[in-house]
């Protein structure tokens, strides 16, 4: 069988788990947590980077942070994974869902505005597949009706925008290192990036369960004390280090992915041109990480019918987020603004295809040729 994902590795991970193992301190805020947020802070241009414990732990940070309250309004889109929007329902919002654009499947940035009301206090956009979503427009809106943006860039980490890292251009930006995403802390993991130098001090209390711990360990204070709302959002120092071995091996993660990426692309091109298949768009001002492959059938049947295809061959492929606003929860706490033109239709004929960093040349092949056998 031929998974359609299975947890980067790269070889390193075993002997920097054992010197965390030996170093005697496993808690978080370690010395490959250190090392790894510093990476980051340094790769990504952001001024501080916490490794938290998932990417949905980032994104609660960043609702406690920016001070959600009961009725405020926060605009995303509908086609993106629960934790989106489950952060910032938990301090009580009102999520207020806009329509995506068919061609990256991302917020479509001109329906925004019109989504904007009184209580309106954030903008979260979702980086789809790792391409970026129109940050120039994003940013411009949240200027013009003093708005945050939390960018849930989840599947984002190594892609950019205009050269700038996704994570880094909104006020925060949250990292996810599940093993489904390209860069793994060991199968869970996240972080937060605190682009806002006035967020940075209430980022670590939060993270510290509400105290000013962080602060006492500098020597900055001479004991801690609860200081303010907060939970545990640390890694552990083990995860962590198994990050690391990932962080130091990026650039060989994401060419062999954007390598597999541009194979399928390459391949599939001629099945595009003859309009049985939609492809992946990528705009210019994009650089992406080549997060996900996916094709777009004609329809929802279609769709069902290659995935049987390709099951019968072992190959597993799959498709995701049932818009949250047609979910029970989502009915519940939050509503769509606008006309739902693509968001439902688009998100039904999508398909991902297997794509990971140890997807090996030999069953790279078996898949492209199942698929257009299939085509044929
Ligand atoms: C994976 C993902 C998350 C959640 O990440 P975890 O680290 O599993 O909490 C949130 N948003 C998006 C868009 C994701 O793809």
Redesign the pocket.
Known sequence: MIPFNAPPVVGTELEYMQSAMESGKLCGDGGFTRRCQQWLEQHFGSKKVLLTP????S?EMAAMLIDIQPGDEVIMPSY??V??ANAFVLRGATIVFVDIRPDTMNIDETRIEAAITAKTRAIVP?H?AGVACDMDVIMALAEKYKLYVIE?A??GVMSNWRGKALGSIGHIG?F???E??NYTAGG???ATLINDKSLVERAEIIREKGTNRSQFFRGQVDKYTWRDIGSSYLMSDIQAAYLWAQLDAATRINQQRLHLWQRYYDALQPIAASGRITLPSVPPQCRHNAHMFYIKLRDEEDRAALIRWLKEAEILAVFHYIPLHSSPAGQRFGRFDGEDRYTTVESERLLRLPLFYNLSENNHNTVLNSLLSFFS
Request: net charge negative.
């Open positions: 998932s990417c949905t732990a994104l993106t994974f934790s989106t979702v789809y849930d989840a599947q949250c996810s290192f599940h489904t995403k869970e993991g996240g």
